[in-house]
């Protein structure tokens, strides 16, 4: 009996069972991280239903001050409003698309496409020493700067000068989002 190969790529033998080849997609068996956008105000939900299903997640935030008619009120806001990262194999990426919440991956030619370790390392341990970073406008024109140390360093961003003080924007280009954080000119070199 031998078998034969149809035009999608799966294997026929002469009883006709089909056997079916997974498609070998680059980096299918190593996690990598991946953004999940979601359903508008539900980064949290999104982040408990992934802590439920045992898979990696990030969800940075920050503390913002909002005054309401009667008081203040101190909330803690995802630093990248409709986005949540997630760390895990390509092969598994309809554990993450299952989730109530996750619209979709974000990506190229529709496939997921993923972040590099260090964006989300320096973030990581950005917020682990509470540097405060805030959400600002996607910029892509101005001064590139590269963090020489701290917790951002090897990152490269847009200098900006706010009441005396050098702030640094950072920008995910995946999701075309930046953050803003305050730096010491001295952790900072130019980038030609």
């Known amino acids: 009996m031998g078998t034969f190969e149809t035009t999608t790529g799966a294997r026929t033998n002469s009883a006709n069972l089909i056997i079916v080849r997974e498609p070998k997609l680059p980096g299918a068996c190593v996690s990598s991280w991946y953004v999940a956008y979601t359903r508008a105000n539900h980064e949290k939900r999104v982040a408990e239903q992934l802590e439920?299903?045992?898979?990696?997640y990030f969800l940075p935030s920050y503390k913002s001050v909002r005054r309401w008619k009667d008081r203040r009120v101190q909330l803690e806001l995802p630093l990248f409003p409709g986005y949540v990262f997630a760390r895990f194999p390509l092969r598994d990426r309809l554990r993450v698309l299952e989730v109530p919440g996750v619209v979709r991956l974000?990506?190229?030619?529709?496939?997921?496409a993923a972040l590099p370790e260090k964006e989300i390392e320096a973030l990581r341990e950005s917020l682990a020493r509470q540097l405060k970073l805030k959400p600002h406008p996607y910029?892509?024109?101005?001064?590139?700067?590269?963090?020489k140390s701290g917790p951002l360093g090897g990152l490269e961003g847009i200098l900006v000068r706010k009441k005396g003080s050098f702030q640094v924007i950072v920008s995910i280009e995946l999701i075309m989002r930046s953050v803003i954080a305050e730096v010491e000119l001295s952790d900072l070199e130019l980038v030609q």
Request: hydrophobic content about 40%.
């Open 52 to 56: 439920g299903r045992a898979v990696e």
């Open 139 to 147: 910029l892509t024109a101005g001064r590139r700067v590269r963090m």
């Open 106 to 112: 974000v990506g190229f030619n529709g496939q997921p």
